[in-house]
C-alpha cells in the first residue's frame, strides 16, 4: 500500500523515541532524536523502511528493484527521477536503527496477539511456542567474524551461519521475540534472551531440546506452564511415580547436581531442590510420520482439566512453528540473507520478521478474528497479493477503499483441509551434477589457469 498511508502510521505509533515526519516523499527537513540531528533528503527514514520491506517481500531482493519501486511510486506522484545509483539508497538502509526495526517488529507481534479472545485460545491458555533455526549471508570477514562458519567446512569454502530463537504465539502465528547469535550456540542459551516474552498463565510449548529442568522451573517460579517432549537422554519409568492412566504418572524431579554452562549462578541458586512432573506417552499413528512413539513432561498436573488427549494433540500443534519458519525462509526468501556487514544482516534479518507479522496482521483482519479460519488461509497467497498492492495509492480512489479490497482477495486463498494426505519424503528433481567446493575459490581459479 501506499507509504504514506501504512508505514508512516507504524513509525507515528511505535512506543520509542520520537521522531516528526514530512508528509511528501523527497521533501527536506530536519529530523530531531535527543540531540542528533537528521536532515531528510531524498530518502527519510520511512520512506526507507517501506522500500526495504518491499525490498524482502519482492522475489527480487536487489536494492536496484527496491530502488526502482521508489521511482515508480515518484513518478505517479509527478516528482522527478532520482539517480539510478543506488549507493544513496543502501546509505540510507544503513542509517535505519536496528532498534527501529526490532522494536517495531516486536510491537507489531504482540499487537497481534493480543487480539485473540479468550475463546481462540487453548482451553482458555495462552500458548506461546519457542523453536530455533539459522540463516546464512555472504561470505565476507566482517560477517565471519561475527557469525563463523561451521567448524567442519574448510577455510574459503563454506558461508557464515547466523543461528535464531523465536517465539510465536500459537493462536494467531505471530513472532513476539527473537534472539540472535553465532551457529555453535545452543538453543537454549538463546532462549535466556527471549524468556520474559513468558508471562504468567502461559504455555510453554516447545520440542526435546528445550526440556531442561532448569528452564521448566525457573517458568514455573513465574506461573508459566511447560509442555515439552521429553529429552532423550532422561529415562522414564511409568512403573513409579503417581499413576493417571496408561502412560501417563506425575513424578519428582531433581535439581541437578551441577550447573551446566550455559546456566548464569543466580539462577541455578534460585532452582528449587525438586519440581513435580506429569510424564505422558502415546503413539502416533498417522502414515508417513517418522516418530511412533512420543513422550511428553508437563507442569500441567490436573488429568481432568488437561486429559492425555488434549496434550497429545496440543503438541502436535507445535509442528506449526516450523511452517511458520518455512513461510518465513522459503515464501519470503529469508534462508539466505544479502548483508555484506553484521549489522545489515540483522536489520535484514528484523525487516523479514517484521513482513512476516504484518502479513499475519492482514491475514488475521481478513479472516476478521476467526482463529480456525485465519490459520486456513494461505500465507502464500496472501503475499502474492500484497507485492502488487504494496505501492498503490495515488491511481486508486482511496487508500481505504484499497484495503478493503484486499482484505476481501486474501480471505479468498483458503488451503483446503487434507487432514489424510501424505507425501513421501523424497525428491525427484535431480540436481545439478557439479561436484562440491573443497578448496578456496582462489585455488581452483590458479588450477584452471595452470
Known amino acids: 500500500m501506499r507509504p504514506e498511508s501504512c508505514t508512516q502510521n507504524w513509525l507515528t505509533n511505535w512506543q520509542g523515541p520520537c521522531w516528526s515526519f514530512s508528509p511528501t516523499l523527497g521533501s527536506r527537513r530536519r529530523w530531531r532524536r535527543s540531540v542528533t540531528v537528521f536532515v531528510e533528503r531524498l530518502f527519510p527514514p520511512w520512506v526507507t523502511l517501506w522500500a526495504f520491506l518491499g525490498q524482502v517481500l519482492d522475489p527480487d531482493h536487489s536494492c536496484n528493484r527496491a530502488l526502482a519501486t521508489i521511482q515508480s511510486h515518484r513518478a505517479a506522484l509527478g516528482l522527478p527521477p532520482l539517480s539510478c545509483d543506488t549507493g544513496a539508497y543502501c546509505k540510507a538502509r544503513q542509517r535505519l536503527p536496528e532498534a527501529l526495526l526490532s522494536g517495531l517488529c516486536q510491537r507489531v507481534g504482540e499487537r497481534l496477539a493480543g487480539s485473540a479472545t479468550p475463546g481462540q485460545l487453548w482451553l482458555g491458555r495462552r500458548v506461546k511456542v519457542v523453536d530455533g533455526s539459522s540463516a546464512s549471508m555472504p561470505d565476507t570477514l566482517a560477517n565471519q567474524a561475527a ?29 513476539l521475540r527473537l534472539a540472535l547469535g553465532p551457529w555453535w550456540l545452543h538453543d537454549l542459551s538463546l532462549f535466556y534472551f527471549v524468556r520474559e516474552a513468558l508471562t ?64 548464569r549462578q543466580e539462577d541455578y541458586d534460585r532452582l528449587p531442590a525438586t519440581l513435580t512432573v506429569r510424564e505422558l506417552r502415546y503413539r502416533v499413528q498417522t502414515p508417513g510420520f517418522r516418530t511412533r512413539e512420543v513422550t511428553l513432561a508437563t507442569t500441567l498436573l490436573d488429568g481432568e482439566t488437561y486429559p492425555a488427549e488434549a496434550l497429545a494433540e496440543l503438541y502436535f500443534l507445535r509442528w506449526d512453528v516450523e511452517v511458520d519458519f518455512r513461510h518465513i525462509k522459503i515464501t519470503l526468501q529469508m534462508d539466505v540473507l544479502r548483508g555484506l556487514g553484521p549489522a545489515m544482516v540483522r536489520k535484514e534479518l528484523y525487516a523479514h520478521m517484521l513482513a512476516y507479522n504484518l502479513i499475519r496482521s492482514v491475514m488475521w483482519k ?32 482511496s487508500t481505504a477503499q484499497c484495503a478493503r479490497s484486499l482484505l476481501r482477495l486474501v480471505a479468498q486463498q483458503i488451503v483446503p483441509v487434507r487432514p489424510d494426505r501424505i507425501e513421501p519424503r523424497v525428491r525427484k528433481r535431480r540436481p545439478k551434477s557439479y561436484p562440491l567446493m573443497t578448496k578456496p575459490r582462489a585455488q581452483l581459479k590458479a588450477a584452471l589457469g595452470a
Open 147 to 175: 557469525y563463523p562458519q561451521p567448524e567442519s567446512q574448510a577455510p574459503g569454502c563454506g558461508f557464515p551461519l547466523m543461528a535464531f530463537v523465536a517465539v510465536f504465539c500459537l493462536a494467531t502465528g505471530a513472532m
Open 200 to 263: 504468567l498463565g502461559d504455555i510453554f510449548l516447545a520440542d526435546r531440546g528445550f526440556c531442561s529442568y532448569a528452564e521448566m522451573a525457573l517458568l514455573n517460579l513465574r506461573g508459566v506452564d511447560s509442555v515439552l517432549r521429553i529429552h532423550q537422554a532422561r529415562k522414564t519409568d511409568f512403573r513409579r511415580g503417581r499413576v493417571i492412566g496408561l502412560g501417563d504418572h506425575i513424578v519428582t524431579w531433581h535439581k541437578p547436581q551441577q550447573r551446566s554452562r550455559g546456566l
Open 366 to 397: 481478513a479472516a476478521r478474528g476467526d482463529r480456525q479460519r485465519a490459520h486456513q488461509l494461505s500465507f502464500k497467497g496472501a503475499v502474492q497479493y500484497l507485492r502488487p498492492t504494496r505501492s498503490c495509492g495515488p491511481t486508486h480512489t
